[in-house]
Every structure is written in C-alpha cells, then in structure tokens.
C-alpha cells in the first residue's frame, strides 16, 4: 500500500528521526514492524500518525515516538532476554523481537493476550512469549531479566520487577497517576541508578503492584 509506506518514512524522519530517536538498530526495526498490523482494520489509515490507538478493552497501543523512546531508553542488546508488561496489540513485542534473543510479555486482559499472540505467530515472531497475568509481579519462572519495559503508568516501581532484573539491566517504566515520568533504572551490585522524563500519558498499571482499580 504505498500511502502507508510514504506515511511509515513520515513517521521515521518526522517523529523518531528529527525528536531524538538515534539508535540504527531501533530505527531499523521501526521501518520492519507493520503497525498497521496491530490497529483496528478501520485504523489502518491512521497507523503511522504518531498517535496511540484503541485495540480494545479501553487500552491503547501507544504512539510510535513513545514506544520508541522507552526502546532506545532500554538500549537493546542481541542477546538479551526482555520481559515487558502491558503486550496491549503486541506492537512494542514485535519491535523488541527483532532487537533482542527473547521476549515474554504479559497482559491481564486474556482476549488482548490471545489477539496478540495469533498475531505475533503470524508475522513471524516467533521469539516472543505471551502470558496473561498480573505483570506487575513480574515472571519470576523466567527471570532474570537484561531489560524490562512496562507499558502502563504504575504509582512506583514495582518492587518485584527490580527484583527480577539482572545487575547490569535496565529497567523503563511510566511512574505516576495522570501525567507520568519515565522512569530508567540500572541495576548495579549495590545500587540503582535512576533517570527521569517528565511528562507522558498511559493507561493504568492494574495489580497487586499498580493501582488496584482501573
Ligand atoms: N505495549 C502495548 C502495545 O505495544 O500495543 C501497549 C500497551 S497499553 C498502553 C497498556 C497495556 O497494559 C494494556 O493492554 C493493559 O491491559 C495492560 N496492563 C495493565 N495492567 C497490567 C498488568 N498488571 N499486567 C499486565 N498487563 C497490564
């Protein structure tokens, strides 16, 4: 469809490219996704204007410069193993699956989790794991983790989720209810290193490490 192709590079130059979204890497895998792919067929036409979507549910996948930023902020090595709270569409999934060895990623609502993980398996994805559960405790099975990115605005950091990340790792997360700052934490032997940005919206974090309602 060469409008959404002439709408993907828009995208790439207009708000990755020129809003600070540097990584080669993270670029490449922004042109591969189809993010057409992860919105309502009668969103189609909107899938590369950077903006979030509803997929269902009352959730979002988020806008491109979003998801972006928090997979630079992540700063993805080939082999790392990834976990991510919040699959939402799967579109932040797919964009770590060609970035790193292995994802898992949880979602509370199942029928979200289930169109994702068809989706993902249909694309070709198949280094990603989907569950459906509260992420805000984390996946202790397969930890530890050389990053986590959570995709829904928590009150604080999740304990457990610091808990399960390898020292060296790092950890992005939207803290705050309303307006949010990303948050980036490194894990060091003895202690954790922390980054701030100001100014973010996302859905709510819902569980026993988020808010307890949505
Ligand atoms: N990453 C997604 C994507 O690429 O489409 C967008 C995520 S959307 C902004 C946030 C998602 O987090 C929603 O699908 C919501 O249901 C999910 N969520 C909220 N609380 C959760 C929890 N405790 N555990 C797992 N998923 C949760």
Redesign the pocket.
């Known amino acids: 469809m060469p409008d959404l192709a002439e709408a993907k590079e828009r995208m790439l130059k207009e708000h990755l490219a020129a809003r600070g979204i540097t990584n080669e890497r993270v670029l490449k895998a922004f042109r591969e996704v189809p993010r057409e792919e992860?919105v309502p067929d009668h969103l189609h036409n909107l899938a590369y204007e950077d903006m979030?979507l509803e997929?269902g549910?009352g959730?979002?996948?988020?806008q491109p410069y979003t998801?972006a930023f928090m997979t630079q902020l992540l700063d993805p090595h080939r082999e790392d193993v990834v976990l991510?709270?919040?699959?939402?569409?799967?579109?932040?999934?797919a964009i770590l699956a060609l970035l790193v060895e292995r994802v898992f990623t949880?979602?509370?609502?199942a029928e979200?989790a289930q169109k994702?993980e068809k989706r993902l398996g249909r694309l070709g994805y198949d280094n990603v794991e989907v569950i459906v559960?509260?992420?805000?405790r984390g996946w202790p099975e397969r930890a530890p983790f050389e990053g986590i990115i959570v995709?829904?605005g928590a009150p604080e950091v999740p304990p457990p989720l610091v808990e399960q990340l390898k020292v060296g790792g790092r950890l992005v997360a939207p803290v705050g209810k309303g307006v949010q700052e990303m948050v980036k934490i490194v894990k060091r032997e003895r202690e954790l290193e922390k980054e701030i940005y100001p100014g973010f919206r996302?859905?709510?974090?819902?569980?026993e490490?988020?808010f307890k309602d949505a």
């Open positions: 992860f979030p997929v549910r959730q979002t996948i988020s998801v991510e709270v919040g699959t939402g569409s799967g579109y932040q999934a949880i979602e509370r609502f979200l994702a559960g509260d992420g805000s995709t829904a996302f859905v709510p974090l819902v569980g490490g988020g």
